[in-house]
């Protein structure tokens, strides 16, 4: 017996933790990249999270994906998103965009304002979902359920808290939780016991696991033990505490990767490769296009 009173049979804990650095991508961007860096090359489903912030004349020109979705949360400001089918956008602070690449897509994400910053985060597609069409999810922050209790709010991007549904459909099933905690709360999140998570903390500090161990600070990435759910705590006497908890299925497939392409083999990269260079299988519509 480890003594320990828990709100779960068999809880989650810490098991790894380190601090997001910025870095430069893309055109004049900096992130913080949580995972898809050599700490954390992927924690599946999971291939990158990244924590942007982006100014004019900088943002992300045209660029192509195979075989993966994208998840962009708006913080603070908007991106403007174009692709080659014609799809066209603007998501701001509150927003969220769920893009499935499938078999391809090339587009820009553009800032929108002075000040930009937000997470992306990229969800890996099972084999027999590669190829399929692209798609697109897109909820305006009025449209994002939440809920509250005891002073912890939560959005619901994706999945379930509080009782509280999203609409959005995950392929690869997915849990995505925007917590603000005031000072002095605490909160008992459940997770599908065989499911990988980890938290990302945008503000604040906060106790994950344990309530006796110590706080972990913004931009960390927090990587937790298997289990059926999570305990946090906000022992901070003064200062909210804001964090992601990302949680999904592990797909237990081969990963190959070759910057914005993840097939399952090294094959499947090269035709990948060649259908973008010759404009075939999904990047028909490649030769011609650029973004206004």
């Given at each position: 017996m480890s003594g320990i009173c828990s709100a779960f049979n068999t809880p989650r804990f810490v098991l790894n933790k380190f601090l997001a650095k910025s870095q430069r991508e893309g055109d004049g961007a900096v992130v913080r990249r949580g995972i898809g860096r050599s700490e954390l090359k992927n924690l599946d489903p999971f291939l990158m999270l990244d924590h942007f912030s982006v100014s004019p004349?900088?943002?992300?020109?045209?660029?192509?994906?195979?075989?993966?979705?994208?998840?962009?949360?708006?913080?603070?400001?908007?991106?403007?998103?174009?692709?080659?089918?014609?799809?066209?956008?603007?998501?701001?602070?509150?927003?969220?965009?769920?893009?499935?690449?499938?078999?391809?897509?090339?587009?820009?994400?553009?800032?929108?304002?002075?000040k930009n910053n937000g997470l992306q985060l990229w969800i890996n597609l099972a084999s027999n979902d590669k190829m399929i069409e692209p798609n697109y999810q897109e909820l305006l922050s009025e449209n994002i359920?939440?809920?509250?209790?005891?002073?912890?709010?939560?959005?619901?991007?994706?999945?379930?808290?509080?009782?509280?549904?999203?609409?959005?459909?995950?392929?690869?099933?997915?849990?995505?939780?925007?917590?603000?905690?005031?000072?002095?709360?605490q909160v008992h999140q459940t997770i599908p016991e065989l499911w990988n998570s980890f938290a990302y903390i945008i503000e604040g500090e906060g106790v994950f696991g344990l309530q006796n161990s110590s706080p972990i600070v913004a931009h960390h990435i927090i990587v937790f033990t298997q289990g059926d759910g999570l305990s946090v705590w906000n022992n901070n006497s003064s200062k909210p505490l804001r964090f992601v908890l990302i949680g999904g299925q592990p797909l237990n497939e081969p990963i190959a990767q070759y910057g914005p392409f993840v097939m399952n083999t090294q094959s499947e990269i090269e035709k990948t490769i060649e259908d973008y260079q010759y404009g075939r299988n999904g990047f028909e519509m490649r030769l011609n296009y650029r973004s206004q």
């Open positions: 004349p900088g943002g992300f020109p045209d660029h192509p994906h195979r075989g993966f979705e994208t998840v962009t949360y708006m913080l603070e400001g908007g991106i403007t998103h174009q692709d080659f089918a014609g799809h066209k956008g603007t998501i701001r602070t509150g927003d969220v965009q769920w893009m499935t690449a499938g078999r391809g897509i090339i587009h820009s994400e553009m800032p929108a304002e002075a359920p939440s809920g509250e209790k005891d002073g912890v709010e939560v959005r619901v991007i994706a999945g379930e808290s509080m009782g509280v549904n999203s609409p959005v459909y995950t392929r690869t099933p997915t849990m995505f939780l925007d917590f603000t905690m005031m000072p002095g709360t």
